[in-house]
């Protein structure tokens, strides 16, 4: 499975920056709902929200049986339908949509403290933005859980190809957390 070629991983200001960038075929408007509508994000997001549209709005994770998975975050900036950010647990989330002649270029970006689990995090944003392009187009998601827990179609393949990418060994690799 190819590693996308619009992630990478940046250092600013010592914190690790991990960064996508997908070319759409929607309008910014029907990508920003799907950034932002709780029936659109359990389409492809791993925990999908309720946000407060405001700067230090709330926002509540849930799980798929809706029951809140981790603390609530805060909206950290909010200007539809262009820019989203907001914490998630420790981590900082921000999604810029520019409009395109075609459609819309998303990129998102998430800063994080532990630059060890940034192959981990880049494989489960490749599938999860691959899922977004899927639910945008009225397809199934190409990737969701098995009966295990596991994610086929490639998670393992992926982590290990952004470890390699990414200057990380399976040893040093932060683990992804328990489902």
Request: a negative charge; glycine letters at 6%.
């Amino acid at each position: 499975m190819p590693v996308s070629a619009e992630a990478i991983l940046q250092d600013e200001s010592g914190r690790a920056v991990l960064r996508f960038e997908r070319r759409l075929s929607h309008s910014p408007e029907r990508v920003w709902n799907a950034l932002i509508e709780r029936d659109e994000l359990v389409k492809w997001h791993p925990t999908p929200f309720e946000l407060e549209s405001e700067v230090a709005g709330a926002v509540e994770y849930f799980t798929v049986e809706n029951s809140p998975e981790m603390p609530v975050g805060a909206v950290t900036e909010y200007d539809p339908p262009r820019v989203l950010a907001h914490t998630w647990g420790e981590d900082l989330l921000r999604w810029e949509i520019e409009p395109r002649d075609d459609g819309c270029v998303l990129v998102l970006t998430q800063t994080f403290d532990d630059r060890f689990k940034a192959a981990r995090d880049a494989a489960g944003w490749d599938l999860c933005l691959d899922a977004l392009t899927s639910a945008l187009e009225g397809s199934p998601a190409p990737h969701r859980r098995d009966d295990e827990g596991r994610i086929p179609g490639g998670w393992e393949e992926l982590n290990r190809a952004y470890q390699e990418r990414f200057g990380i060994s399976p040893e040093e690799a932060t683990p992804p957390p328990e489902m």
